[in-house]
């Protein structure tokens, strides 16, 4: 789910029926926005050694795609957090009955205000979802729940390149105007209380999972719909985001920032 759907700065500002029409596109998808579990687990090799019982949040979690992985591949218990409650659900669904469904615990909820007590948490995870609260301004409220030196690790999409095409600047300045160049990122996390550990670019190949699975969705989820106007308008700013993405891939993407708490 890329910005120009779900740019919600203000999440009250959506309609509900709009809310429930993307939730009902987005929730047949393994993922909602750009992924790779290699990149995932590359991001956790730079997150320590977890202790023992280690106290995970995973917010803006979609189904739950990355939440299982680190299941997989952590120790400890985590929570995982989503506005939306068709993806809450759908994860609810995948971990029920499995071994995993006493290591996460799903809610449903706002990034903006967690249930978390201070210092409680080892490990902040987030991909693609930051952008909800703006970077900086993220980070800066996560970071009482992390313990000292806990850790936090999120994708945020940045600038490759000092300057762009006007097309892509234009784009992103209506979808989210945060985007900027990692040695902005850095020094925004710098500046919300984090040392910073790494960074990575995501590899282009994360979008293509990412988009590729969407071409088998945008007929079934149009003829559901009744190729009712809300409906085309979303799968053609999907197909919109995506063929832009093909044109000015060099000019930015995902970014893993990796994170210590000061
Ligand atoms: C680009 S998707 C990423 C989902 C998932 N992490 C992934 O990578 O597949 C962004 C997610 O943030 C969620 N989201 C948006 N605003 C939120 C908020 N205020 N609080 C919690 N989750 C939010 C959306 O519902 C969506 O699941």
């Not at 809610?107 to 978390?116: E, H, K, N, R």
Request: charged content about 20%.
């Amino acid at each position: 789910m890329q910005l120009n759907t779900m740019n919600n700065e203000n999440h009250t500002t959506f309609h509900d029926h709009e809310f429930a029409l993307i939730g009902d596109f987005f929730k047949n998808l393994e993922r909602q926005g750009p992924c790779c579990p290699k990149q995932t687990l590359k991001a956790l090799g730079f997150c320590g050694e977890l202790p023992e019982n280690a106290r995970i949040a995973d917010i803006g979690c979609g189904t739950g795609g990355q939440t299982i992985n680190l299941a997989w591949n952590t120790d400890g218990h985590i929570t995982a957090i989503d506005l939306m409650p068709a993806f809450t659900e759908n994860l609810r669904q995948k971990i029920a009955g499995t071994k995993l469904h006493r290591r996460i615990t799903v809610l449903d909820g706002s990034m903006d205000d967690l249930p978390f007590a201070a210092n409680s948490l080892d490990l902040i995870w987030s991909e693609g979802a930051i952008s909800h609260m703006g970077f900086e301004e993220g980070l800066r409220y996560w970071r009482q729940f992390l313990k000292p030196s806990g850790y936090v690790a999120v994708t945020e999409a940045t600038w490759f390149t000092p300057s762009r095409p006007a097309e892509i600047a234009e784009f992103w300045k209506e979808n989210y105007p945060g985007i900027d160049t990692i040695p902005a990122k850095v020094a925004a996390m710098e500046r919300a209380g984090y040392f910073p550990v790494a960074h990575f670019a995501m590899p282009e190949y994360c979008w293509q999972n990412y988009y590729r699975p969407m071409e088998d969705i945008f007929e079934p989820f149009l003829l559901k719909h009744d190729y009712n106007g809300p409906s085309q308008d979303l799968v053609d700013n999907i197909k919109r985001e995506v063929s832009l993405y093909q044109t000015y891939k060099e000019f930015y993407g995902y970014t893993f920032y990796i994170g210590r708490k000061a």
